[in-house]
Nanobody, 127 residues
């Protein structure tokens, strides 16, 4: 498995931006698709965005399209989530996750397709 540590969360006002980072350890990072999920209080964890292991393909939840951007730097073993035009409903704990398979030929989106998770970072958006 891949060990993951998120950072970059915080408190912002609506309309603001944040960039989350997820640092990975382990030699298999570059062969793993990566994803971001979030869990708001009282709600189930939900998919936000994912990126293929090569970085060329991305997929977003409808709530993230046009506002969030996922990217990765395999040389730094880090995946990012740039979030713009933040809304109060984006308030949640954000988790990064690594694909349970290597070199998957499509971008995974279901929680069960990921088997390594970070501890999460809190994002709070005030109105």
């Amino acid at each position: 498995q891949v060990q993951l540590v998120e950072s970059g969360g915080g408190s912002v006002q609506a309309g603001g931006s944040l960039r989350l980072s997820c640092a990975a350890s382990g030699r298999t990072f570059r062969n793993k698709a990566m994803g971001w999920f979030r869990q708001a209080p009282g709600k189930e964890r939900e998919f936000v965005a994912a990126i293929s292991w090569r970085g060329g393909v991305t997929y977003y939840a409808d709530s993230a399209k046009g506002r969030f951007s996922i990217s990765r730097d395999n040389a730094k073993s880090t995946v990012y989530l740039q979030m713009m035009s933040l809304k109060p409903e984006d308030t949640a704990v954000y988790y990064c996750a690594a694909d349970r398979e290597t070199a998957r030929d499509y971008v995974p989106r279901r929680e069960t397709q990921f088997d390594s998770w970070g501890q999460g970072t809190q994002v709070t958006v005030s109105s």
